[in-house]
């Protein structure tokens, strides 16, 4: 099994990290493919029985100056491509504009979307639940995963979620 996930989410949550904690492999490029599917793809995390590439959609987050609606375009026909999309957000910073720039653009999303609590490790447990109860009455998700992407708690369970849905 095989397939496509976008990871998105507002700066600094943490979708670096996440990437480079799963990801034991940089993938070969394959020289032949224009650049702009090339820088695309993060990386390729793959075991046995599945592999998942993950990639990148630059164009979903709030622009600094106004991009053209041809990014915003562009975004949306990569997310309605892909086999599942994870949407990562801070655990400790909460809810915020940012976020729901990307809730909007998701309404248009018809793939199943995962929400990542990150930085799970910041937090109190007691102060996890309303956060999910927030995130719970915005968006209809697939499923909600908390994690911390620096020490690693809870990625492996994500990772079976995720290869469930290839
Ligand atoms: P990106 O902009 O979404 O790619 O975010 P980064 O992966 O660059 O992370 C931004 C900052 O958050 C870095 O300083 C990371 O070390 C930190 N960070 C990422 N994940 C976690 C986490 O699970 N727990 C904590 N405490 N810090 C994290
Ligand atoms: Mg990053």
């Given amino acids: ?19 480079n904690n799963v990801i034991g492999q940089k993938i070969a490029i394959m020289s032949d493919k224009p650049q702009t599917t090339r820088n695309k793809i993060q990386g390729v995390y793959t075991q046995q029985d599945a592999q998942i590439i993950f990639i990148d959609t630059p164009g979903i987050h709030k622009p600094k100056h106004r991009l053209g609606d041809f990014m915003v375009k562009t975004a949306e026909t990569t997310l309605n491509e892909v086999d599942a999309i994870l949407f990562m957000i801070d655990a400790k910073e909460g809810y915020g504009k940012g976020d729901q720039y ?5 309404q248009n999303i018809k793939r199943p979307v995962f929400l990542i609590i990150n930085k799970v490790d910041l937090i109190h447990p007691d102060d996890l639940f309303p956060l999910i109860e927030l995130y719970r009455n915005k968006c209809k998700f697939e499923e909600i ?9 809870n990625v492996n369970h994500l ?8």
């Fill in 1 to 19: 099994k095989s397939g496509f996930m976008a990871i998105i989410g507002r700066p600094n949550v943490g979708k670096s990290t996440f990437m």
């Fill in 102 to 106: 990307i809730l909007d653009r998701l």
């Fill in 145 to 153: 995963v908390p994690i911390s992407a620096l020490q690693g708690n």
């Fill in 159 to 166: 990772l079976d979620m995720l290869k469930q849905h290839l």
